[in-house]
Nanobody
Framework: QVQLVESGGGLVQAGGSLRLSCSAS????????MGWYRQVPGQQRELVAH???????DYGDFVKGRFTISRGDAKDTVHLQMDSLKVEDTGVYYC???????????WGQGTQVTVSS
């Protein structure tokens, strides 16, 4: 079973920054895609950003250049740099990993991001 460990969430004022990190372990096959989704109460879970094994990146429409996803130096590690945070960015951010060989995806437990005005 693949395990994802997230860190970096917390409380920040509007306009500030946070850096989220996620590390995956325990996979017997290559992890092909890693990224972040967020859940705001009462709203649909949405893509924040993801990056493929080959370096292709997609961002959610709301990002507008404020967030940057990157691969870490360690294997199966990703970072999400979040700048110019807004109150509406508040929610639980979940790390996600997709293993194509298994046609399966895995989720972290989530980390809370709270942006205050």
């Amino acid at each position: 079973q693949v395990q994802l460990v997230e860190s970096g969430g917390g409380l920040v004022q509007a306009g500030g920054s946070l850096r989220l990190s996620c590390s995956a372990s325990g996979s017997n096959f290559e992890i092909n895609v890693m990224g972040w989704y967020r859940q705001v109460p009462g709203q649909q879970r949405e893509l924040v950003a993801h990056i493929t094994q080959l370096g292709s990146i997609d961002y959610g429409d709301f990002v507008k250049g404020r967030f940057t996803i990157s691969r870490g130096d360690a294997k199966d590690t990703v970072h999400l740099q979040m700048d110019s945070l807004k109150v509406e960015d508040t929610g639980v951010y979940y790390c996600n990993a997709y293993v194509a060989r298994q046609r399966n995806e895995y989720w972290g437990q989530g980390t809370q991001v709270t942006v205050s005005s």
